[in-house]
C-alpha cells in the first residue's frame, strides 16, 4: 500500500470539504462523496456515476475507500455475531453485533490492544498496540451493515469493544461526528453510548462536544477494591471521577450509565451495594449490573443468581434504577471484557 495514499473516511464533512479543495476540486464534491460513503455505503469509486471519470480515478488511486478487511465471523447462539477484521498493517481487531428486536447494536473498537490492564478484561491481555483511526472506527459500522445487509439496519452504537474509546480522542470525535452527521450516517445520538473508564479530561471534553451518551466503567464504590481491579482508578480516583460525572453536562433526560461488573466474592456483597448506593447520590445516574463471564486466563468466578438479585435489590430499594445485563455472545467470547482479536472462521 503506498504511503501518500489519504484514508476518505478519516474526515469529517469539513475536513473532508478542505481536503477536496487542497487537490483541485470544488468543495460540493465532498458532500457527493460524503453522500456515496454514508448514504449509499458503497465499495467502489466506480458506483459513483455522478463524479466526473477523471475524478473517480484520482479517487481510486489517491484513497483508500476500505480501510478494513473482513477474515473471520462467528455466530453464537443466541445470535451475536463477532467480527475479526485485518487493517493494513496487520493487526487484528474485533467488533460485535447484538440483535435485541427491534434494536440491533453495533459495539464497536477503538484501539488495538488497550493499555489500562483492568484485571477482569481479556483485551487488556494483549497489551497496547495502538490507536485506531477515524476510517477503521467509521468502517466497522459499514462493513457490519453490508453483512446483514441493507434491509436490516443497525440501530445503536456504542464504543465498548476492544480499548479505551476516550484515550483516543481524536478519532472519537471525528468518528462521532460522521456517525451523527445528517449528510453522514445520521445517527441519532440519543442512540449511540460512549464508555470509559473514567479519563477524566477527555470525559469533559466529550460531554462540551458531543451529545451522545456516557457510559462509566465503575465496577467498585471503594478506592482501594477499585484501584486492585482498574489501575486508573490511582490517577482518576473515585472523588475526582464522581466529581466529573456530577458537573457533565446533559439534557435532563438523559442520565450517566454505570457499568458495574460483579465478580464472587470481590465487590457482590451487600455492603458493597449499600457503598455504591452512597457514592452515586447526587448523580442522575442507572446503573447496568454485569455478572461477570468467566475465563480460565483471569483469576474470577461469576456471582450466584441469587447475590446478583439480592443487590439488584438493595440499589432499587434506595430508588437506584439498577438493571441486569444478560451476557449476549459469551459462547464465542464476544460478551463484556472477552474480546482479544483471535482468528476465527469465516
Known amino acids: 500500500m503506498r504511503e501518500d495514499r489519504v484514508f476518505i473516511k478519516d ?17 460540493f464534491r465532498a458532500r457527493q462523496i460524503f453522500r456515496h460513503v454514508y448514504g449509499r455505503l458503497i465499495r467502489s469509486w466506480n458506483e459513483c456515476s455522478d463524479l466526473p471519470k477523471a475524478f473517480r480515478t484520482q479517487l481510486e488511486y489517491g484513497t483508500i475507500l476500505n480501510p478494513l478487511e473482513r477474515v473471520g465471523t462467528e455466530e453464537g447462539s443466541d445470535g451475536t455475531r463477532k467480527f475479526v477484521f485485518r487493517l493494513h498493517d496487520g493487526h487484528l481487531i474485533e467488533s460485535v453485533l447484538i440483535p435485541d428486536p427491534p434494536r440491533l447494536t453495533a459495539c464497536l473498537s477503538s484501539q488495538v490492544g488497550c ?3 483492568c484485571r477482569f478484561c481479556l483485551t487488556g491481555t494483549m497489551g497496547f498496540k495502538r490507536h485506531l483511526r477515524t476510517a477503521e472506527i467509521v468502517d466497522q459500522l459499514i462493513q457490519m451493515q453490508h453483512a446483514v445487509g441493507l434491509h436490516q439496519r ?10 479505551e474509546p476516550l484515550a483516543n ?8 461526528q460522521i456517525l451523527l452527521a ?32 456516557l457510559a462509566v466503567s465503575l465496577h467498585a464504590a471503594d478506592d482501594d477494591t477499585r484501584s486492585r481491579l482498574m489501575p486508573i482508578n490511582r490517577t482518576y480516583p473515585l472523588a475526582a471521577l464522581m466529581e466529573a460525572c456530577r458537573a457533565y453536562p446533559m439534557p435532563s433526560r438523559k442520565r450517566i450509565t454505570f ?4 465478580l464472587k466474592g470481590v465487590n457482590d456483597r451487600p455492603e458493597d451495594a ?11 445516574c442507572k446503573v447496568n449490573l454485569i455478572p461477570f463471564n468467566p475465563h480460565p486466563s483471569l483469576p474470577f468466578e461469576r ?12 440499589l432499587q430499594q434506595a430508588h437506584l434504577a439498577a438493571t441486569i445485563r444478560q451476557s449476549r455472545g459469551a459462547d464465542i467470547r464476544a460478551a463484556c471484557g472477552q474480546l482479544a482479536a483471535r482468528m476465527v472462521s469465516s
Do not use: D
Open 259 to 262: 457499568e458495574y461488573l460483579l
Open 115 to 117: 493499555a489500562l490492564a
Open 274 to 284: 449499600r457503598r455504591l448506593v452512597k457514592l452515586l447520590s447526587f448523580v442522575r
Open 154 to 163: 443497525i440501530t445503536n452504537i456504542v464504543f465498548m469493544g476492544m480499548g
Open 303 to 314: 456471582p450466584s443468581e441469587e447475590s446478583v438479585a439480592a443487590f439488584q435489590h438493595i
Open 11 to 27: 474526515f469529517p464533512l469539513k475536513a473532508l470539504e478542505a481536503w477536496v479543495a487542497s487537490i483541485g476540486e470544488r468543495p
Open 182 to 213: 445528517p449528510e453522514g450516517l445520521g445517527f441519532s445520538h440519543r442512540r449511540v453510548t460512549v464508555s470509559t473508564v473514567g479519563l477524566v479530561p477527555p470525559m469533559e471534553r466529550l460531554g462540551r462536544e458531543s451529545p451522545v451518551n
Open 169 to 176: 480522542e481524536e478519532a472519537l470525535l471525528n468518528s462521532l
